[in-house]
């Protein structure tokens, strides 16, 4: 991953080319420069006046659900806020109600359009948590669901357990219950069977306290997943340090994080996953992205394409927002949105960047400057999306 001033440092080649082998690229560099002896059975690509980067790493997404929100987008648009909308019944509650009485297969099926227009839009690899269950059997068909769409789908998919995403209603009186059913039967299962490779909690006021968050992380931790933190998104709760002092891969969302929480995330070496259309979305305010990548903090951005806060998988609209709102540079929107997307997921030894020995991820934009990126948004400029050394037929 890089941080502060690497961070601008997008290693950009005129006349480039790049050699992918069973999967893995094993050359790269300027053409002219190329010495390495070519297969005799090779398919060509010209992208010519055009610009190659890494597949993108959406490393935040509730992208598995059922039902529509798009009632509460007109609430919001005549005031509510999110918790008042909450507190009604809807946000996270409504679409668990949809989750539950959904089938496996229903939420697969969805799930797996979602995932080929992400391919479409340049993103190679995307993160899938649960969270619109809380219970065990729906939690668990949720996992089972994203698990098996990682084995049938050429796209790379990382699981996330966040059980502990809202208390639901039938626990409403009784939070400490539903606790214990997370700790005592979900997060064993969930271990066990190896159906995540992160555990995640939404640490806010009114969900789950520090406290709460720091047993069911340590818990996880136990049962060898790897820790993510929703945090501060809405009240400076502290999350950011928790995140550090537990060593979690990241803590996301951070619009509301103090100097302190920055100063934790640099120490613990976390990676800030900001969440811009999120910031747009519900208009809330945006994470201080300047701030944090000023810092030493290692930023990534993600999509968090989700029901109820942002409906959109466009990683270079978040690069836009990021640049529009946060003060990034286009720069570094780019390596936020590839190689330190793959940091927060532990995955940087092998997708995020074009590196000889990483996975041949790669996507063709067909645009004149890599700025355009973010410059020219509301179309999808990637004519090409190459997974695994493979070219897609998207």
Request: hydrophobic fraction near 40%; charge should be negative; charged fraction near 20%.
């Amino acid at each position: 991953m890089k941080t502060g001033k690497e961070m601008r440092e997008v290693g950009m080649i005129e006349n480039a080319g790049v050699l992918c082998e069973e999967g893995n690229i094993t050359w790269v560099g300027p053409m002219n420069k190329c010495e390495k002896e070519l297969p005799a059975e090779i398919a060509e690509v010209d992208a010519s006046g055009k610009v190659v980067l890494p597949g993108f790493v959406d490393s935040h997404t509730h992208m598995m659900f059922a039902g529509s929100r798009a009632h509460e987008f007109g609430l919001r648009a005549e005031g509510a806020t999110y918790e008042q909308i909450a507190e009604q019944g809807g946000g996270i509650l409504n679409t668990i109600t949809h989750v539950r009485k959904a089938a496996k297969r229903e939420l697969k099926r969805s799930t797996a359009r979602s995932l080929l227009d992400l391919l479409r839009h340049g993103t190679t690899t995307v993160e899938i948590k649960s969270g619109y269950g809380l219970d065990m059997d729906s939690e668990i068909k949720m996992l089972e669901g994203i698990n098996e769409l990682a084995e049938e789908e050429i796209i790379g998919i990382v699981s996330t357990f966040i059980g502990a995403h809202a208390i639901p209603p039938e626990f409403k009186t009784n939070p400490q219950g539903y606790i214990d059913l997370i700790m005592q039967k979900m997060i064993p299962y969930v271990g066990k069977k190896r159906l995540a490779a992160f555990c995640d909690v939404f640490c806010e006021k009114g969900y789950f306290d520090l406290q709460q968050s720091e047993l069911i992380l340590s818990e996880a931790k136990k049962h060898g997943m790897a820790l993510k933190l929703h945090a501060e998104e809405l009240t400076p709760l502290g999350g950011a340090e928790l995140a550090g002092r537990l060593g979690a891969a990241s803590a996301d969302h951070l619009e509301h994080i103090t100097d302190k929480g920055i100063e934790a995330l640099k120490t613990g070496g976390v990676v800030a996953a900001l969440l811009p259309g999120v910031s747009l979305f519900l208009n809330h305010g945006y994470a201080p992205a300047r701030k944090l990548i000023d810092a030493g903090v290692a930023v990534a951005i993600a999509s968090d394409f989700n029901p109820g806060s942002c409906m959109s998988f466009s990683m270079p609209l978040m690069m836009t927002i990021a640049c529009t709102q946060m003060r990034m540079t286009p720069e570094e929107a780019i390596t936020a949105a590839t190689l330190n997307g793959a940091a927060a997921l532990n995955l940087s030894g092998s997708v995020g960047s074009i590196e000889v020995g990483k996975q041949a991820d790669l996507v063709v934009a067909n645009i004149p400057d890599y700025r355009y990126l973010a410059y020219h948004f509301g179309t999808n400029h990637i004519s090409m999306t190459i997974k695994n050394g493979t070219i897609l037929e998207l």
